[in-house]
């Protein structure tokens, strides 16, 4: 059974940094796209970014948070992180992986993914 364990969230200032962990146990993590999604308050769970597995090893992230995040993966320690800069408030929400082998037609659909995470709140606010 494969699980997914977030940690890493937390309360930041506008503008600050947040690291955030994916540990996956029950598998090996590189052999999965790992992605990562949020849902903010009264609002659909959105795709935010994705590692893609099984050597594929691209990257994808949605147009809001280019240039700011920066996934990033350790096959040693069965690990994904997500690295959060610049943040703003308009990232606040609860943070989700997600493992599974989508096509990458379907890499942004929460249907793809297999396994889930339990989520971490991050809360961006001065």
């Known amino acids: 059974q494969v699980q997914l364990v977030e940690s890493g969230g937390g309360l930041v200032q506008p503008g600050g940094s947040l690291r955030l962990s994916c540990v996956i146990s029950g598998g090996t993590s590189r052999q999965y796209t790992i992605g990562w999604f949020r849902q903010a308050p009264g609002k659909d769970r959105e795709f935010v970014g994705a590692?893609?597995?099984?050597?594929?090893?691209?990257?994808h992230y949605t147009d809001s948070v280019k240039g700011r995040f920066t996934i990033s993966r350790d096959n040693a320690k069965n690990t994904v992180y997500l690295q959060m800069n610049g943040m703003n408030p308009e990232d606040t929400a609860l943070y989700y992986c997600?493992?599974?082998?989508?096509?990458?037609?379907?890499?942004?659909?929460?249907?793809?993914?297999?396994?889930w995470g339990q989520g971490t709140q991050v809360t961006v606010s001065s």
């Open positions: 590692v893609r597995g099984s050597g594929g090893n691209t990257y």
């Open positions: 997600a493992a599974g082998q989508p096509i990458l037609s379907q890499l942004r659909a929460e249907t793809s993914y297999w396994y």
